[in-house]
């Protein structure tokens, strides 16, 4: 009897241990929920959090910012902590592109994304909530078309002393070619200067951000050149391969793009 009793036992154990591994799936899978279940009110330690795992790629796949973090993501990138953030990362981007021993070929580049990286939105955001309302292609396309979008002057920083370096920036953005007057307007204007590339997307193509500029990268090592760096406010702009030296990350908690 006692040894049935022992067996019991051990059944109930690796029962419950089960159940509790089970239980420990289903909290990760539902992550993403994290962004239907803000609490009323938001606050800045729920939304901060949130905003966390949106830039670690904790989740992904998200539509809009939660109402309840509305505030919060609108002092966030008006604020001093949005500067704050970014100048942590170009600091750290100049400092390993300074460590670089470039080749003397001129073939090493740097690969910037546009929107939210080079350029800012935020005079759009602001009349659209920062990312609480829905993607409205149609006055988003609006603002680009006005080319007045201001630069980000950390991501100018950066730009000027690879420039300095002899790193040669290259543009790779979702942008199509009908905007590529606009663009080119729009960065020379706000500083940007001298570079090797710009490469947008062909109109009407179907391919994700991931897709693009994975490829258009494979077509710039193949021509020769060395990526040896990429920056992007989306994850998408920065995974994928070829791989590049380093990526570096441009905070956004206003949207993603797939
Ligand atoms: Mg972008």
Redesign the pocket.
Known sequence: MATAARLLLLITVVASVCFCSSRGEEVIVGLGDELATAPPGGGAPFCGSLRLAVEARNIVGWKTVPPQCAEYVADYVTGERYQRDSDVVINEAIAYAESLKLSGSGKEIWIF?????ALSTLPYQANHGYGVQPFDNPSFQQYVAQGSAPALQPTLRLYRRLLQLGVKPVFL??RTEDQRAVTTSNLLQQGYCNWEKLVLQPVGLQASTLAFKSGERRMLVDAGYVIVGNI???WN?IRGSPACGRTFK?P?PMYY?D
């Not at 994304?113 to 990286?117: G, L």
């Open positions: 994304d546009v929107d939210e990286t953005t979702d992007g406010d989306q702009d441009f956004n793009v």
